[in-house]
């Protein structure tokens, strides 16, 4: 069955990039017409939605986020990415990956820090 | 931008109903906002229960029950398990972004 995996550092400093990926497993990240999202959570917070892409490529961002982050597909490892630019420790949070809401991955901390 | 709102907490007896909402600050939700919820118990990944206000998963327990309800999107649990108690988050599409609530917290006691 089709699984995600999110990877990427566990630390970031502050200013910098945050960068991570989701790989899919068990089945073509471009088959079918789902869309792909990273959702995030801070610790004891609740969920907030980053963005999507679709197998076009084309995508959606969080408004408040939406100057900072970018989503990019790569279909030839059948991954999707995430980054987020000029990181605070607001940005401290478990990352998921989600294949459209049903799907998701077990998420990854990421930590902003010096 | 679109404030999504739920209850803070609530709590259910065992066997019993509860419903939790989901409204939006824009005015009523309606199917065009296809509400989604979660559930996620501590530490662990969220679980999709409902889609597109009323539609279930596969693996959603056939006591919970998703509508529209005044305005808001609506969760029903009907006959509560223990294992019901979590954090529960609704999510709605909102003029092209999506929008998490703030979640509730399900007590069963």
């Known amino acids: 069955q089709v699984q995600l995996q999110e990877s990427g550092p566990g630390l970031v400093k502050p200013s910098q990039t945050l960068s991570l990926t989701c790989t899919v497993s068990g089945g073509s990240i471009s088959s079918d017409s789902y869309y792909w999202n990273w959702i995030r959570q801070p610790a004891g917070k609740g969920l907030e939605w980053i963005g999507l892409i679709y197998t076009s490529g084309s995508t959606n961002y969080n408004p408040s986020l939406k100057s900072r982050v970018t989503i990019s597909l790569d279909t030839s490892k059948n991954q999707f990415s995430l980054k987020v630019n000029s990181v605070t420790a607001a940005d401290t949070a478990v990352y998921y990956c989600a294949r459209e809401y049903s799907l998701w991955g077990k998420g990854t901390t990421v930590t902003v820090s010096s | 931008q679109t404030v999504v709102t739920q209850e803070p907490s609530l709590t259910v007896s065992p066997g019993g109903t509860v419903t939790l909402t989901c409204a939006s600050s824009t005015g009523a939700v309606t199917g065009s906002y296809y509400p989604n919820w979660f559930q996620q118990n501590p530490g662990q990944t969220p679980r999709a229960l409902i889609y597109?206000?009323?539609n279930k998963h596969s693996w959603t327990p056939a006591r919970f029950s998703g509508s529209l309800l005044g305005g808001k999107a609506a969760l029903t649990l009907s006959g509560a398990q223990p294992e019901d108690e979590a954090e529960y988050y609704c999510?709605?599409?909102?003029?092209?972004?999506?929008?998490f609530g703030g979640g509730t917290k399900l007590t069963v006691l």
């Open positions: 999510l709605l599409y909102c003029g092209g972004a999506w929008v």
């Open positions: 597109s206000t009323s």
